[in-house]
């Protein structure tokens, strides 16, 4: 199987259609379709963006009908959490989708409530494929940590390599494990948004920011080939991090 890896979308519909048009994919009954290769979605789906309950229901129904893989980010976590009825703190973007979720009618809530929720349980903390050759996890994976699971393991696939410090916007400090890192697997991650997809040590961060009026980006596997489009939405410079 052949693989096109979708970085952080975010809510933004319109540059997801634009993006798997632009991979060859033709739209059939509402969902796009590509022989001999599989869709990824490595997370953050919803909050910021226009359009987060479309999103959380077309990747449902890819997954429920095995025409795609989903593995979750930080911000889904924090949506799930929030639908379960967990005390959340309704903000950085959170408060996008939930004000989509209440426009909608009672049945039609509970009926994206209980797909998402369904998705979310099933889905995997990262996902391993071609053989362990290629791990997709949201903000990255160390090597010693693929092939388990745990609270570690989800804290550091979900946030990356937190310090338990905070930026002065309220965001985790991370460490740029990306680094540091020599392992034979391939991994892509997305989370931190860059202005161009960072390769480094057999990794590929491919969040372009696309919700920050940058770009949607995917990357296409086996053929390490990057594939983007360009955002409708206001570009925000300061929303992008440099590693030093």
């Not at 997801?16 to 990824?40: A, F, M």
């Not at 979720?101 to 998402?116: A, G, I, M, N, T």
């Not at 693929?146 to 989800?154: L, T």
């Amino acid at each position: 199987m052949k693989y096109d890896i979708i970085g952080d979308i975010h809510g933004c519909w319109d540059e997801y259609r634009q993006l798997t048009e632009k991979l060859g994919y033709e739209w059939n009954d509402g969902l796009p379709v590509h022989s001999g290769r599989q869709l990824v979605f490595l997370g953050d789906l919803t909050d910021r963006g226009p359009e987060s309950v479309k999103m959380m229901e077309h990747v449902y129904e890819l997954v429920s009908a095995n025409k795609a893989l989903y593995t979750p980010g930080n911000h889904c976590n924090k949506l799930y959490r929030y639908l379960i009825g967990r005390n959340v703190t309704i903000n950085y973007g959170l408060e996008t989708t939930v004000a989509e979720l209440q426009d909608l009618s009672r049945p039609h809530y509970r009926k994206v409530k209980e797909h998402f929720r369904t998705m979310y349980e099933k889905a995997p903390l990262y996902l391993v494929l071609d053989g362990g050759k290629l791990v997709v996890a949201h903000a990255g994976i160390r090597e010693d940590l693929i092939g388990k699971q745990g609270k570690q393991v989800k804290t550091f696939v979900l946030y990356g390599d937190i310090t338990g410090k905070q930026n002065p916007d309220g965001t985790p400090v991370r460490r740029d494990w990306a680094v540091n890192y020599s392992g034979k697997a391939y991994i892509v991650y997305g989370h931190t948004p860059v202005q161009e997809p960072r390769e480094l040590n057999n990794t590929i961060n491919i969040d372009t920011g696309c919700v920050f009026g940058n770009r949607l980006t995917a990357l296409r596997y086996p053929e390490k080939e990057l594939i983007s489009v360009t955002s409708s939405l206001p570009y925000t410079e300061e929303k992008f991090r440099s590693f030093v």
